[in-house]
């Protein structure tokens, strides 16, 4: 069975004037805390591994995995996939505080 990673919060930067890219995902098991942060360089990489990234809404509990995603703008990034709990979505999810890089045998 492929590693599962619960996405908590994310860190997300200007890469033009109003225009808002991720940069790092925090995974972990507890939704206040990442115990990981990724770039998302090293979460692409390990979905297209078969891992599998998702989110989980808070109202009720849906998942909602994670994919790669090419923006128009020539970024490469994620996105969550469309579905009916908006507070799933990778764009509702907090920013990421301090927490420590995933260990060097599980990057990229």
């Known amino acids: 069975m492929a590693d599962e990673n619960w996405i908590v919060c994310v860190n997300r930067a200007d890469t033009s004037p109003g225009h808002r890219h991720i940069t790092h995902a ?3 098991s507890d939704p206040d805390q990442a115990s990981a942060i990724w770039t998302i360089a090293q979460v692409r990489a390990r979905l297209n591994a078969g891992e599998r990234f998702y989110t989980v809404s808070f109202s009720n509990g849906i998942e909602a995995d994670v994919e790669p995603f090419d923006c128009s703008c020539g970024v490469e990034t994620i996105r969550s ?3 009916a709990a908006a ?3 990778l764009d ?3 920013e990421c505080g301090r927490t420590r890089m995933p260990s060097s045998s ?3």
């Open 92 to 94: 509702r999810l907090r």
């Open 81 to 83: 996939n469309p579905d």
């Open 26 to 28: 925090g995974t972990g």
């Open 106 to 108: 599980r990057q990229a």
């Open 87 to 89: 507070d799933n979505n």
